[in-house]
């Protein structure tokens, strides 16, 4: 719509023109049909009461005995203590 606006005034008055909502273009004429032919549905939300347990369920977990320590393998130094492969890549 700018694009045809701008093809007949300057381009000023084609902005002033295309945003001013008082010159819609088809697709503008379109939209505002359809949302005249849409059937709003009357719906009416219906809250319920979340009933739940009536007392609170007692659930109690013992801490573990231990703490086992797991070490885990480093692959940052296993990689790095690894001979540089032979024979060296060439640069390209």
């Excluded at 990689?79 to 060296?88: D, F, G, H, K, V």
Aim: charged fraction near 20%.
């Amino acid at each position: 719509m700018l694009a045809d606006n701008f093809a007949t005034t300057s381009f000023s008055a084609a902005l002033q023109r295309t945003f001013d909502g008082k010159h819609p273009c088809r697709l503008c004429k379109v939209i505002a049909a359809g949302k005249k032919s849409e059937k709003k549905a009357d719906t009416v939300l219906r809250l319920k009461k979340f009933e739940g347990l009536s007392q609170p369920a007692a659930i109690a977990l013992p801490p573990p005995a231990s703490f086992p320590l797991v070490e885990a393998p480093n692959s940052f130094l296993e990689a790095r203590s690894l001979a540089p492969p032979t024979p060296p890549p060439r640069a390209a």
